[in-house]
Structures are given as C-alpha cells and as structure tokens.
C-alpha cells in the first residue's frame, strides 16, 4: 500500500493549524499526521466520524485520558475527509503498565454506559466487519477454515447474555498511551456495540499474543461474568481478520494466542 500524502494546508487551516508542517505518525495504517499540537487523519467513514466526535466532544476523563475531537471551521467534525483530535503524549508500550491498562480500559467503558446504540454502528463491509458478525453469530463464515484451535474455539461459544454498550475494539498496544503521573490515554478508537467486557478481552488476548503480557492477567480478567466466551470472541476475531485480509499463517496466530486459548477451554 502506497503511504497517502499527507493534509493539505486547507485542510490544517479548516483545523486551526494552517502553516504547520505535517509529520506522519508511525505505526497504524500510515494515515495519521501530527500538524503542530493536533493529530490530523484520513477518515473512511463520515457519518460515524461526526457521531463518535460528539460523544467524546463532552466526555468527561476520569482515569483515563482522550485525544477531544476537533471541529472544523465549518462547525463539522470532518473536512474534506479528514478529522482531528488533541495531540496526547505518551508512549504506547505496555510492558508494566498492565494493570494501569486494565484500569483505564474499564474506567473508560463506565464513562460510555450512557450512550444509546445508533444505527451508525451497522457495519461497513470490510474485514473486520465480516468477522465480528461471524464471532457474533452461530454462523461461520462459508469456505473460511482457521485451523484446529479455532475450531476448537467455535465449538465452545455459547450466546452471551451481558448487556451491549459501545466499546474500543481495538485498545491494544498502539492505541494507548502511557505518560508519567498521568492516567493513560486511549486513541484511534474503533467503535462497536458489545459487553464492555469484551474490549478487555481484546486488551489481554492480544497482550499476551503479541505484547509480552504477563499471564498472569489472564487470572485477573477470568473471573468476570462470561470472560471465557469474551476471550473466545477476542482470538476469533483476530483469526478471522487475518484469514480476510489474506495473511497466511493463521495456524502461527492461533499458536500465539494458545495460553487463552488454554485458559478458555479450561474454563
């Protein structure tokens, strides 16, 4: 994939930082930028862009910290494809600041429980929609095969009875940040309608697959109401991405996702 170009200077100046210097931001997909004190993206989906910015427009930060969206000079939270938010500060590795990312994680889904479900949650169709309907669902998706482990994983799903709220899918490594004396940030938020609990199964399955997670965590989160089947649904999902999106390797994935996958079958 091609790296776009970074925002014009209309669209800083639509932001409030007409002159800066754009810097692309590593990691991601490579379509983020810091022009002067803002981060500047390229927005796929405009209607749930201009939804989500209200909702943490007002967000009241308690343990936890956010990137507050920016409106442009038009009053909108989009401009010609592009939103913004606060730059924050901080580093976005994780290695000893689980239990700060546990904490932050739940603080910020106590601070969404008010939100009412919008239609602006149905699903684009990508990938990642695909595979959350499918882990949602008693249906596997046709002609997708995931190896024995994530067979193993379908087998034991059960229908979830906690209630839906907007969550982050994706709080992993990358999408918080860790700074001094301050509680962590939370970026990049990818918005779905699911038990808050499931965003900490996100949290822990892929920081132990990929992040150097202690085990431990996994003794930590277990004893939550039905965490066996929110981890369940947190590995299937990554699979099931990875299958979509044509990587290879999905046996290599499940592999490092089999301390959870232990942890869930033994219940």
């Not at 602006?120 to 095969?145: C, F, H, K, Q």
């Not at 299937?236 to 592999?255: C, D, I, M, P, S």
Request: with cysteine.
């Amino acid at each position: 994939m091609n790296p776009i170009s970074p925002p014009s200077n209309d669209v800083a100046r639509a932001f409030g930082v007409a002159g800066a210097i754009p810097c692309r931001v590593e990691g991601g997909q490579g379509v983020t930028f810091r022009v002067g004190e803002l981060a500047i993206k390229r927005c796929e989906d405009v209607a749930q862009t201009e939804w989500l910015g209200g909702i943490m427009e007002t967000l009241r930060e308690q343990g936890f910290r956010i990137a507050r969206p920016i409106r442009a000079t038009s009053g909108s939270f989009v401009f010609d494809g592009w939103c913004a938010t606060r730059w924050i500060e901080g580093t976005p590795a994780m290695e000893g600041r689980w239990r700060e990312a546990l904490e932050a994680c739940e603080a910020f889904h106590r601070a969404l429980e008010h939100v009412p479900w919008s239609p602006i949650l149905e699903p684009m169709e990508n990938p990642y929609a695909r595979a959350d309907a499918a882990i949602w669902s008693d249906t596997p998706l046709d002609g997708v095969y995931l190896g024995p482990a994530a067979e193993r994983l379908r087998r034991l799903l059960r229908p979830v009875t906690l209630p839906s709220q907007l969550v982050h899918g994706d709080p992993s490594e990358g999408n918080m940040l860790f700074l001094q004396d301050q509680p962590p940030g939370i970026i990049d938020i990818a918005p779905y309608w699911h038990p808050a609990g499931y965003s900490l199964a996100v949290l822990v399955a892929d920081g132990i697959a990929w992040s150097h997670a202690p085990l431990n965590l996994l003794a930590q989160v277990m004893p939550r109401p039905e965490m066996d089947q929110l981890l369940a649904r947190a590995v299937l999902f990554r699979l099931y991405v990875g299958f979509l999106r044509g990587e290879t390797g999905a046996e290599n994935h499940a592999r490092a996702y089999a301390p959870v996958i232990e942890a869930i079958e033994q219940g």
